[in-house]
């Protein structure tokens, strides 16, 4: 069994037990992701496998690096030296982000600065400071390797799946280039550069300015937070110096790109474009060998194409393969895939070896009826959106952490779609999406009214269709989101015409080429901000019409099932993707939610704990038989009292319990949101039970009273892992009564400590943040089932967390760091002491810079504005006006600047039902300000018509 397998295997044991419901109970007890099974990962295809085989050899550079941060606006040159001193660095791996609590110590599970233009207080021993030092500064990055040996008819290329989100890349001293975007591969050709046999080093500078001077999308949007660092593998790949290049460069074309121009039901003809580069002197005959493997892994259809290719040229060849009889198609209940397999010879020798995804299936939209039509079927769409954000590790989240959420996406929530979430995701995340099923909105990450460099927008949407464009997975492409300059929708068309263009609430830049909008479907349904742990009024009794307004789960519960009552439909509704899969990190403050920053629209929390409404949702979508009571009731207060129990299932008939004695059955359909509600049920100590059918398929959960909490319970998700420092353990905890009974509600303060070969990674000291309101800091502990996550410092030796609560007993898990044998190859990896390494240090704080309009900075409001429905434009903007020259009265001498404003806030209340929400307002704000700081008003008493026009640019959404 390869390493790779037996890694699957062991974390699918391992997650048995706390990611899905165990056979031998049938306790109800929440934990993290609830539901998601165990299916394994196929590495077979995965992109790992079938682009790096021999003869090309692929090794990860993602341990043993280097570290600094400093705050200075102007990156240095000078750590890119080989005689460089970064032995008091910190040694870190990757995937890696400086913008988390290992670096920063900033006491949030995202970022506690999640703005470059905000002031707050952060926790340094310089105390105040401003929140720039982690957006303007740059990250500095060093690695040392040796390539042992390289023959003259090969090369040496460095790939970077990901860094966040603009980079300088040097070897030994020398500038290979940049990189901007934070969500695309690139590579360098670093032949010329490496010294084989002695030691060679690799500098990265990374800066993560949101309104950078390149405007690198998506900038400021506000919708999600993106720490900076080199947050996805870095690969050395030797190759032969006749080869099919880089897949996925908006420098040149490489790879394949492969369609199926005809399939029929019998048969289908498939076209092959394949590039060849030669990087030998003189011009080279070469044989192309294409070959295509059924899901059975037997060849079936096969051609030589043989051509010369000239010196340095980056050759095109096409085949097409008439006839391949009996495809069978690729769907989100059987998600077939084949495989094209490109083979390169010269002179009778295999150079190079390269393996693509294949997926025979059609998907199309009835415009008229506004369904999607996949293999010739209407299929109804349930999908969802999902960031690449995890609590304390951001942006740089392990593998296994990224197949858990899609484990829990597909197989729990059963979602048949997906936007993972404007932009795209690392490799593995997409080779899932194709093996288990999942349609995908691949988007463009211009999100929000601001101003992109077209340059870059055209980059980045280009090197994202290049590297994923032979998936089947993938139904659609999107210009944008909620934007007035999208992603010009020719360049997708040029790209690749084969897919449908969509956009949502795109008004400017989208091109003529787009043919399917938030009209047809919405990307972004049944939105409302829930804090897990507040299940019902008792916890939190604000109830908000307001979707943006936090309340509690079991207010968003009902309103998902009243038309109107979640934003953009129902939970029965005819095509959605819902918004979201899991709480994020973003630059919004959400009103009563307990920490500013942190955006509580997933179905599950951020720790992936399920809300109320994930029952739902299964409810309605899950196939396999599933039966879940809203448990808040059922606790020791309650006793003596009657209350409704409500109960979830996609059974036809649920019968309740109280200690055995049956309290009615309730007939469960779609007419009544397969939810049902018992009336007055008496709250007795003991046991609680819902036994649904359906057919002869019979489902029960139990809920038992838990006493008074007397110990702590913490289940580690590995109880082996590899002694490297890129890996990571997630160790949840939960309150247990006498008996072992899950506590419900418990947040009582918890203290964690690590001893062996590990650190924390959140913080020690973990404090109930239910009664927060709007905080800058904090763990979002609202109650427990909740998680904290350790780190190995790359040595071997057993490890040990303890967690501890004043007053109940304390417990503790205990993991063996393994050590790890370097594998024979052609490069070879120093490893790093932590022998007299520092963490990151704080420098002084940046020294505040005068800004020329400072003074004309506009400023906040912090509650919504709802105007009487259909005013005249003329009396909105009038209101507007008005309200921006109250808050904000050093614009009295702007009077254009006000009105140009105003307008735009009046257009907005007129498409909203004269709603302004205080989140969208400053938004806006946040635009103005930008735009004064880059075009100063230099003392002059008026504006200028440029600058008048750029303050202006704020669109009506």
């Not at 999308?217 to 030797?238: A, C, E, F, W």
């Not at 990224?402 to 059963?414: A, I, L, T």
């Not at 020719?490 to 909008?517: M, N």
């Not at 009273?705 to 590995?718: C, D, E, G, I, Q």
């Amino acid at each position: 069994m390869s390493r790779f397998n037996m890694n699957w295997a062991i974390l699918v044991l391992l997650f048995i037990f706390i990611g899905c419901k165990s056979n031998q109970s049938n306790l109800q007890e929440l934990k993290p992701w609830h539901s998601a099974g165990n299916k394994s990962v196929d590495e077979y295809y995965t992109t790992d496998f079938m682009t790096y085989q021999l003869p090309r050899e692929m090794v990860k550079l993602n341990e043993n690096w280097t570290f600094n941060f400093f705050p200075e606006e102007a990156d240095d040159k000078s750590f890119a030296s080989m005689n460089f001193d970064d032995s008091k660095w910190s040694a870190i791996s990757i995937p890696h982000s400086y913008q988390n609590y290992e670096t920063t110590r900033q006491e949030h599970p995202f970022i506690m600065n999640a703005s470059e233009e905000k002031k707050s207080f952060f926790r340094a021993k310089g105390g105040k400071g401003d929140v720039k030092y982690w957006y303007y500064g740059w990250g500095y990055y060093r690695k040392n390797f040796t390539v042992e040996e390289l023959a003259k008819n090969e090369r040496i290329f460095v790939e970077f799946e990901g860094v966040m989100k603009y980079c300088k890349v040097y070897l030994n001293g020398k500038y290979l280039g940049e990189h901007k975007g934070g969500f695309n591969a690139f590579y360098f050709d670093i032949t010329d550069f490496i010294t084989v046999g002695k030691e060679n080093v690799l500098a990265v500078a990374v800066n993560n300015r949101l309104n950078d001077k390149h405007r690198i999308p998506p900038m400021q949007s506000g919708n999600q937070t993106h720490s900076g660092g080199i947050y996805r593998d870095v690969k050395l790949v030797k190759k032969s110096d006749v080869y099919i290049p880089f897949q996925g460069s908006a420098a040149h074309e490489g790879g394949t790109f492969i369609t199926v121009p005809r399939l029929d039901e019998n048969s289908a003809d498939v076209n092959v474009r394949t590039w060849i580069k030669n990087d030998q002197k003189d011009k080279t005959a070469v044989e192309l060998v294409t070959k295509i493997e059924s899901p059975e892994r037997v060849i079936i259809a096969e051609q030589r194409s043989s051509v010369e290719v000239a010196s340095k040229e980056n050759k095109e060849l096409t085949q097409l393969f008439q006839n391949i009889e009996n495809p069978i198609r690729w769907s989100v209940d059987s998600p077939q895939q084949y495989k094209v397999i490109s083979e390169v010879f010269v002179d009778g020798k295999k150079v190079d070896y390269y393996e693509s995804p294949l997926g025979f299936r059609t998907f199309a939209w009835d415009y008229t009826d506004n369904w999607g039509i996949l293999n010739g079927k209407k299929i109804h769409i349930h999908g969802t959106n999902r960031t690449q954000c995890f609590p304390w590790v951001n942006n740089a989240i392990p593998d296994w952490m990224d197949v858990m959420d899609m484990r829990d996406v597909k197989f729990g929530q059963d979602h048949n779609f997906i936007r993972p979430n404007i932009h795209a995701n690392k490799p593995l995340i997409h080779d899932l999406f194709d093996q288990w099923g999942v349609m995908v909105n691949l988007s463009s990450p211009m999100i929000k009214n601001i101003d992109f460099d077209e340059e870059v927008q055209k980059q980045m949407v280009t090197e994202a269709i290049r590297r994923h464009r032979n998936r089947p997975s993938i139904v659609m492409y999107s210009t944008g989101n909620e934007t007035n300059d999208g992603a010009d929708s020719k360049w997708i068309h040029e790209e690749d015409s084969t897919r449908i263009i969509t956009a949502r609430h795109v008004h400017g830049g989208e091109g003529d080429y787009v043919d399917h909008t938030d009209a047809n479907m919405d990307m972004e349904n049944l939105l409302r901000c829930t804090v897990r742990g507040w299940t019902h009024d008792d916890v939190f009794d604000i109830n908000p019409s307001n979707n943006q307004h936090t309340g509690n789960e079991e207010f968003q519960h009902k309103q998902a099932r009243v038309m109107g009552g979640s934003q953009r439909g129902r939970i029965d509704m005819h095509n959605g993707n819902m918004w979201m899969y899991c709480d994020d990190g973003a630059i919004r403050v959400y009103k009563h939610a307990p920490l500013k920053w942190v955006n509580p629209k997933g179905w599950v929390d951020v720790y992936r704990v399920p809300k109320y409404l994930y029952f739902l949702w299964q409810a309605h979508y899950h196939e396999e038989p599933m039966v879940f009571i809203h448990q808040h009731f059922w606790q020791e207060k309650y006793v003596g009292e009657q209350k409704d129990i409500i109960v979830d299932s996609n059974c036809d008939e649920v019968e309740l319990f109280v200690n055995g004695e049956s309290k009615g059955k309730l007939q469960l359909n779609a007419e009544n949101f397969h939810t049902g509600t018992f009336k007055g049920v008496d709250i007795e100590e003991g046991e609680l039970k819902a036994v649904a059918t359906r057919g002869k398929e019979k489902v029960e959960t139990i809920v038992k009273m838990a006493k008074k909490p007397a110990a702590l319970k913490l289940t580690a998700s590995h109880q082996q892992i590899d002694a490297l420092r890129s890996s990571v353990v997630m160790l949840t905890v939960d309150a247990r009564d006498e008996n072992g009974i899950q506590v419900q509600a418990f947040n009582q303060p918890l203290k964690w400590s690590v001893s062996g070969p590990a650190k924390l990674i959140a913080p020690e000291k973990w404090t109930t943040d239910i009664h927060k309101r709007s905080d800058n800091s904090g763990v979002w502990y609202i109650a427990a089932p909740v998680a904290n996550f350790i780190r190995s410092t790359g040595k071997p030796g057993t490890i040990k967390v303890k967690v501890e609560s004043e007053g109940l007993l304390s417990a503790e898990v205990e993991l063996e760091a393994i050590g790890v044998m370097e594998t024979s190859s052609f490069v070879s990896q120093p490893r790093l002491s932590n022998t007299g390494r520092k963490e990151v240090e704080w420098k002084a704080a940046l020294k505040e810079v005068k800004e020329e309009n400072a003074s004309l900075r506009m400023n906040y409001i912090f509650k919504d504005i709802q105007l009487t429905p259909g005013n005249a434009l003329k009396s909105d903007k009038a209101y507007f006006q008005n309200l921006i020259l109250k808050e904000n009265p050093q614009l009295k001498k702007h009077p254009k600047l006000v009105g140009g404003i105003a307008n735009n806030f009046a257009q907005h209340v007129s498409k909203k039902a004269g709603l302004l929400v205080n989140d969208d307002y400053n938004f806006m704000v946040d635009q103005v300000n930008e735009y004064l700081k880059l075009f100063p008003v230099e003392g002059k008493k008026k504006m200028s018509q440029k600058q008048l026009q750029m303050l202006t640019k704020l669109s009506n959404e």
